[in-house]
């Protein structure tokens, strides 16, 4: 993967972690309350549901660097409308914009240059190039958040950490107009297949390998595991804090999870170069691993121990993400690849709603205590389920071979 590749990946996930921080700050001095701000969230989350799919077919048909550039387009329309909006209608218009963004941008580039890389090294190079992909966006998210917090502190106005956006952005779309070449998907000579074929095609990719559909689905329980996490731990932590660190101890911790995910992403890399054929292996013991530290967090209530296992959380999220991203691109054919890792995307989304109505519904009752040791307990038990299930259909093939060759 080149560097100007590496550079667009990690820039375009810096511009996303400018904002992160303190978007809801933003959209609370801008025109939304309390009441209106979990709306305004959710109208976000369903257009990025209604677009993942659409985009992903848009990207194999049409071209990914094509899509990859739409989505800039609308980034940048969205952060402008947030720089100058003062009441809810453009609110709303700039978060369905972003979700229109966010979905148009999963995926794409990565199965470009994927395909790119898999045409120009052959298959051996996936976990390099997945691992690569995966630590230029958790490093260019860490450094966000930690831009983002600085700036957020220069004046209540937050327009340094928007426009800071916009350039990002712009940069970007520039190095990728410039700095990307993208052959034609479908040539002069190739007909470009309808919809439906192309949907039916990817159906029979997913369900042609027996482990394909169960990696899919971890998605979705990945989604549900995070979204409890990622929704309580700032209350939580300053609980069990000393009240006289103050809130800045919550952008370390952010800029700690994001980097010992990178780190993750690179063990994993060395992983899968020393033990390859293994991504299976490491990707379930890396998410029965991440299940376990969630458990051990929810019961323990130390301030050191909760720092230490919130990172171990995402140091395994990471080991396990780019074992997954492996395999799912080692199973996906190049014409299918971004639909099928809008698949992935839509999947981990939806996990991601549930969780957040799962925890609305459940925590008067079971307090976060209880809803970490679910979703913990649901991330392990679904695990050891599959890996069972795919053990026993291993099992079963191999006597059934057995048979056939003693009867020949």
Same mark, same amino acid.
């Given at each position: 993967m080149s560097k100007t590749k590496?550079?667009?990946?990690?820039?375009?996930?810096? *511009?996303?972690?400018?904002?992160?921080?303190v978007l809801n700050l933003i959209l609370l001095k801008k025109g939304a309350d309390l009441k209106t701000?979990?709306?305004?969230?959710?109208?976000? *989350?369903?257009?990025?549901?209604?677009?993942?799919?659409?985009?992903?077919?848009?990207?194999?048909?049409?071209?990914?660097?094509? $899509?990859?550039?739409?989505?800039?387009?609308?980034?940048?329309l969205s952060v402008s409308l947030l720089l100058f909006s003062q009441n809810l209608i453009w609110l709303f218009c700039c978060l369905v914009l972003n979700g229109i963004s966010r979905a148009f941008s999963s995926g794409s580039l990565d199965a470009l240059i994927v395909d790119q890389a898999l045409a120009k090294r052959g298959e051996e190079c996936l976990p390099d190039v997945t691992s690569r992909l995966a630590i230029m966006e958790q490093t260019g998210l860490a450094l966000g958040c930690i831009l983002g917090g600085f700036l957020s502190s220069l004046g209540d106005s937050y327009n340094a950490n928007i426009l800071l956006r916009i350039t990002l952005t712009? $940069?970007?779309m520039g190095l990728c107009i410039f700095g990307i070449k993208e052959v034609r998907i479908f040539g002069s000579g190739t007909k470009r297949p309808n919809i439906a074929r192309h /949907?039916?095609?990817?159906? $029979?990719? $997913?369900?042609?390998?027996?482990?394909?559909?169960?990696? /899919?689905?971890?998605?979705? !329980?990945?989604?549900? !595991?995070?979204?409890?996490?990622?929704?309580?731990?700032?209350?939580?932590?300053?609980?069990l804090s000393d009240s006289s660190q103050g809130t800045w101890m919550l952008g370390v911790l952010s800029f700690v999870g994001f980097? /010992?995910?990178?780190?993750?992403? *690179?063990?994993?890399?060395?992983?899968?170069?020393?033990?390859p054929g293994r991504q299976w292996r490491i990707y379930s013991i890396s998410r029965v691993l991440g299940g376990s530290a969630l458990l051990i967090l929810a019961l323990f209530q130390s301030a050191w121990i909760f720092v230490i296992l919130y990172g171990g959380i995402y140091l395994f999220l990471g080991t396990g993400g780019v074992a997954e991203n492996t395999l799912i691109?080692?199973?996906?054919?190049?014409?299918?690849?971004?639909?099928v890792l809008s698949v992935g995307s839509f999947l981990l989304q939806?996990? *991601?709603?549930?969780g957040s109505v799962y925890s609305s519904l459940t925590v008067d009752r079971i307090d976060v205590t209880g809803l970490w040791l679910t979703s913990g307990g649901v991330l392990i038990g679904y695990t050891f389920l599959i890996t069972l299930l795919l053990m026993a259909q291993k099992k079963k093939i191999n006597l059934y071979d057995i048979e056939s060759f003693e009867n020949s």
């Open positions: 590496q550079l667009i990946i990690f820039l375009n996930y810096t *511009s996303l972690g400018i904002l992160l921080p701000l979990p709306l305004l969230i959710a109208s976000y *989350s369903a257009t990025v549901l209604c677009f993942e799919l659409p985009s992903g077919i848009c990207a194999d048909l049409y071209g990914r660097k094509t $899509v990859f550039l739409i989505s800039g387009i609308c980034q940048l712009a $940069v970007t /949907l039916k095609e990817g159906f $029979v990719t $997913v369900f042609s390998k027996r482990d394909f559909p169960f990696i /899919l689905a971890g998605m979705l !329980f990945t989604g549900f !595991f995070i979204t409890p996490i990622e929704t309580y731990w700032q209350p939580v932590y300053l609980k980097f /010992l995910a990178a780190a993750g992403n *690179s063990l994993c890399r060395r992983l899968l170069i020393k033990y691109n080692q199973y996906t054919p190049g014409p299918l690849r971004a639909s939806t996990g *991601s709603m549930f």
